[in-house]
T-cell receptor
């Protein structure tokens, strides 16, 4: 596997279910990101991990819970979601530095298409 | 707060015609600017980025963009469109010590034969 992989690619869940999205990067990067992509809206940054520490949480509801056990893996745990949470969830990674991180190129996975019934 | 605005959610050009996708940014400090492309059922891929070096930036697939501070713009161009350029294009902005990249709403490019 190369680049950034995401599993599953498609997920359908009910509002009472608990599921997890997985992201793995094979690029030796130290920063990882979760984005939400909804139709007709800009990409929304949800969470950022830099060297396994969460550095950003853009007012995301607590029904989304991230986990970063090491610099190669990132999870997004989902529970009691709402239909409006249906979207494409994208994971990305970048080199990650203590300074100058803004210049980093982010490498994206193909996304998980989530449908909440 | 920093942000980007992409003018036109949908642009249609004929094959061989000039491609121009518009992006304006809002920032009180020097920005770093990016263009990403997303093909159907795929993640985003970097086309090019501006990080305060040359104002004219060349990217992959024949695309280029020019940073114009006076106009707060970073428009993406390609002299001659190809059918394979049909995709969604995103402009994004970030800053030196900040992982918080902000994306525009995207522009869908259609290329007609």
């Amino acid at each position: 596997e190369t680049g950034v992989t995401q599993t599953p690619r498609h997920l359908v869940m009910g509002m009472t279910n608990k599921k997890s999205l997985k992201c793995e990067q094979h690029l030796g990067h130290n920063a990882m990101y979760w984005y939400k992509q909804s139709a007709k809206k800009p990409l929304e940054l949800m969470f950022v991990y830099n060297f396994k520490e969460q550095t950003e949480n853009n007012s995301v509801p607590s029904r989304f819970s991230p986990e970063c056990p090491n610099s190669s893996h990132l999870f997004l745990h989902l529970h009691t979601l709402q239909p409006e949470d249906s979207a494409l969830y994208l994971c990305a990674s970048s080199q990650g530095t203590s300074g100058g991180a803004g210049t980093d190129t982010q490498y994206f996975g193909p996304g998980t298409r989530l449908t909440v019934l | 707060a920093q942000s980007v605005t992409q003018l036109g959610s949908h642009v249609s050009v004929s094959e061989g015609a000039l491609v121009l996708l518009r992006c304006n940014y809002s920032s009180s400090v020097p920005p770093y600017l990016f263009w990403y492309v997303q093909y159907p059922n795929q993640g985003l891929q970097l086309l090019l980025k501006y990080t305060s070096a040359a104002t004219l930036v060349k990217g992959i697939n024949g695309f280029e963009a020019e940073f114009k501070k006076s106009e707060t713009s970073f428009h993406l161009t390609k002299p001659s469109a190809h059918m394979s350029d049909a995709a969604e294009y995103f402009c994004a902005v970030s800053f030196y010590n900040n992982n918080d990249m902000r994306f525009g709403a995207g522009t869908r490019l259609t290329v007609k034969p």
